[in-house]
């Protein structure tokens, strides 16, 4: 099924308040669709056999510490040197932690994190209008070459993306992965409309590059 269809399926089983005030009604299905979204992913590594969970923009690593109580491996991977520092766990064990950027290509990009927190979730490589941010260059490496360093792709795995606008440049950097056979799952979150200042890969365009590597859409949150 499409994102477009999955979407209005959704909406036209949701009752008349919805119809009548669909933005409020969206924030309250937020909280409600997300945690089914979270569960559904986790209840799909026993089915698909995931041994390897890689976390794109990690923060905390909520993905990761989840699937390694599922007996997995997990890479969380988080391109702000702050937030690393302060509050993304430590590797060890089953977990490795990697302070880098994903791009399509490897080099230093200006990353930039608003002023009044420097851990602030919404520290990302696109800005947002109307927010000011300190900068600071960060090293950005391809996912398929983070990858391959690890013994990951030798067994069933899965991505969870979670990178504030940079969608495109991550998905791009990772298409050796994308196709390959034991790469079984991915959660990513989308904008449907511009968010980050010059975003140009929005919800339907993530969709038709990842149907192009046979991947289709089986839930979404709201």
């Not at 390897?52 to 997990?74: F, H, M």
């Not at 977990?95 to 230093?108: A, E, Q, W």
């Not at 696109?126 to 030798?154: A, H, M, P, R």
């Not at 056979?181 to 969709?207: A, R, T």
């Amino acid at each position: 099924m499409k994102l477009n269809k999955l979407t209005k399926k959704f909406k036209s089983t949701s009752n008349l308040h919805h119809f009548f005030f669909p933005y409020t009604s969206q924030k309250l299905l937020g909280p409600s669709t997300t945690k089914y979204l979270d569960i559904l992913y986790f209840d799909l590594f026993k089915k698909l056999n995931i041994q390897s969970l890689v976390e794109c923009g990690a923060y905390e690593a909520s993905g990761s510490i989840e699937a390694i109580k599922r007996g997995c491996n997990a890479y969380a991977i988080e391109a702000n040197p702050n937030t690393f520092k302060k509050i993304t766990p430590k590797s060890n064990g089953k977990l490795t932690s990697m302070n880098i950027g994903l791009s399509d290509k490897p080099g230093y990009l200006n990353f930039y994190f608003p002023k009044k927190n420097n851990t602030e979730i919404s520290s990302t490589f696109q800005k947002k209008e109307g927010t000011e941010y300190d900068t600071i260059k960060v090293l950005t490496q391809t996912l398929d070459s983070v990858i391959k360093k690890f013994d990951i792709i030798s067994n069933p795995y899965t991505l969870w993306i979670d990178v504030e606008g940079f969608q495109k440049q991550v998905l791009f950097g990772a298409k050796k992965i994308l196709a390959d056979k034991n790469f079984k799952l991915i959660k990513i979150e989308v904008e449907e409309i511009e968010k980050f200042k010059g975003q140009s890969f929005l919800s339907e365009d993530i969709e038709s590059f990842l149907r192009d590597y046979s991947f289709v859409p089986i839930f979404r949150d709201f």
